[in-house]
């Protein structure tokens, strides 16, 4: 593991009221020198997509 952030994620209001669910989420860094990304966070797949 190479550190840690805070993500938020926000939703639309229901009701007059937001939604926002904010995580700690790890980031690590591969130490294989053969692999060309060198760092990488985790994703919560059940929370949110990183498709747009």
Do not use: C, T, W
Not at 27 to 44: D, G, S, T
Request: charged share 20%; aromatic share 8%.
């Amino acid at each position: 593991m190479h550190g840690q952030y805070a993500r938020r994620l926000a939703d639309a209001p229901v009701g007059g009221a937001s939604a926002v669910v904010e995580l700690m989420v790890r980031r690590f860094k591969y130490l294989n020198p053969h692999i060309p990304a060198v760092m990488f966070a985790e994703q919560i797949e059940a929370l949110s997509s990183s498709k747009r």
